[in-house]
């Protein structure tokens, strides 16, 4: 089993900056892929940005050029550095990894943008 426990949502001004972490325990040694994915009230959730164990990464159109996703492997956790924040980046934010066992998410964090 893996437990996915993220920290660092809160209210942001438009403009505004954000580091939201994803801190994995457990079951951790073969976790291949973890990938932030999005909420926003009364839409789907869709994927942000991931990152391999290798640390090839992708993301979604919206946040290229303002976010950032990263590893520390010491420290397994997963970190998603958010710049130029919109209001329209206003969501709950899932970490979720995956591992031959299965895929894992985490309990989410809130993140709000807004004057």
């Known amino acids: 089993q893996v437990q996915l426990v993220e920290s660092g949502g809160g209210l942001v001004q438009p403009g505004g900056s954000l580091r939201l972490s994803c801190a994995a325990s457990g079951s951790i040694f073969g976790i291949y892929y973890t990938a932030w994915y999005r909420q926003a009230p009364g839409k789907r959730r869709d994927l942000v940005a991931g990152?391999?164990?290798?640390?090839?990464?992708n993301y979604a159109d919206s946040v290229k050029g303002r976010f950032t996703i990263s590893r520390d492997n010491a420290k397994n956790t997963v970190y998603l550095q958010m710049n130029s924040l919109k209001p329209e980046d206003t969501g709950v934010y899932y970490c979720k990894s995956v591992a031959p066992a299965g895929a894992y998410w985490g309990q989410g964090t809130q993140v709000i943008v807004s004057s």
């Open positions: 990152i391999t164990n290798i640390g090839l990464t």
